[in-house]
């Protein structure tokens, strides 16, 4: 059997930024340190940082008064930030910059008088902070269904803005289907899908038609990781979202001679390696690593 290894995968800037903001945040004040929803989307990581002693709520009155907490690469509303403030919690802000980009884009089109239509998933961390950026002034479209139906107050003064872990096929649909509905639509200068769902998912596009499976190493909320099952799907092949070696099924590789192996961008690099293990062990599988995309993006820590 031959394994593709995709490049770029797995840990994103803002992933690892997070993660080394924690990091650092339990090695200056110890432990119990508190985060506000998980650090980012994955369960080996979240696990990992739970064994150091870090705490992960959902609610901040499950945070005593006084304590650090670190908000999440997804982000979070100003009502939270007041929330913190008002509990004298000492708050140290991981998220991601990509994500802060959409929070001002949110807070500048409605400032301006536009009703922001943000195309996302319903329920997601990011898009509930994103959201709360703008209460009253911006709607979720999940859909191009719901693209074709929504009403706004004034069709001349609309704008969009994005999630940053869709699908890119699938926000371009949409994005479609708002500027044939709102033809003086606007969106942000510059794409609100960050850079690393798109690396990831493009060399998945490009690789996928090649192979008879594609493992992608990532846990089951994450975003970015669905879509990159999604996306091999799309090329007729079949997409396996996996958490790690343990889900791994020996039934799948029947008939397999090829199989693209990628990680979501919330995915450890460690997870991959033994996926890889694994299958070499039991299939005698050569490696290969494919991707032309080199990453260099670097996000600096916050402040402690």
């Given amino acids: 059997m031959r394994i593709i290894l995709a490049r770029p995968r797995g840990f994103c800037a803002g992933v690892n930024m997070a993660i080394e903001a924690l990091e650092s945040a339990v090695a200056l004040y110890g432990t119990p340190i508190y985060v506000y929803h998980e650090i980012v989307h994955n369960k080996w990581v979240v696990n990992w940082f739970r064994r150091q002693g870090v705490v992960f709520v959902d609610r901040l009155e499950e945070v005593p008064e006084g304590s650090h907490v670190l908000y999440s690469a997804h982000g979070v509303s100003p009502e939270i930030r007041r929330e ?4 004298w919690l000492k708050t140290i802000d991981a998220t991601c ?11 500048r089109f409605a400032g301006q008088g536009y009703t922001v ?22 709607h979720l479209v999940e859909t191009a269904e719901d693209a074709k ?9 609309v704008a969009y803005l994005t999630q940053t872990t869709l699908s890119v096929s699938d926000a371009a649909a949409i994005i479609e289907c708002l500027r044939e509905r709102f033809p003086g639509i606007v969106g942000p200068a510059h794409d609100d899908i960050c850079y690393a769902t798109q690396n990831r998912q493009e060399v998945v596009r490009l690789l996928a038609p090649q192979c ?41 590789f029947a008939g397999v001679e090829t199989v693209l192996v990628t990680a979501g961008a919330s995915a450890p690099e460690s997870l991959v390696q033994e996926c890889m293990r694994m299958l070499q062990e039991r299939f005698g599988a050569s490696v290969e690593t494919a991707g032309e995309r080199e990453e260099r ?5 916050p402040k402690m």
């Avoid at 910059?97 to 807070?107: C, F, G, I, M």
Wanted: glycine content about 12%.
């Fill in 84 to 87: 913190a403030d008002g509990r």
């Fill in 212 to 252: 008879d499976l594609v493992l992608v190493v990532g846990s089951r909320n994450s975003s970015n990781s669905r879509r990159l099952t999604e996306m091999a799907q799309a090329c007729g092949v079949r997409g396996v979202l996996i958490d790690g070696p343990a889900d791994i099924e020996l039934g799948w």
């Fill in 97 to 107: 910059p990509l994500v802060t980009k959409v929070h001002r884009e949110a807070v």
């Fill in 297 to 301: 993006v670097r996000f600096a820590p």
């Fill in 149 to 157: 139906r929504i009403e706004v107050a004034d069709p001349s003064r």
């Fill in 117 to 138: 239509l943000l195309i996302g998933h319903a329920g997601h961390d990011e898009v509930i902070g994103t959201i709360g950026e703008v209460p009253g002034a911006m």
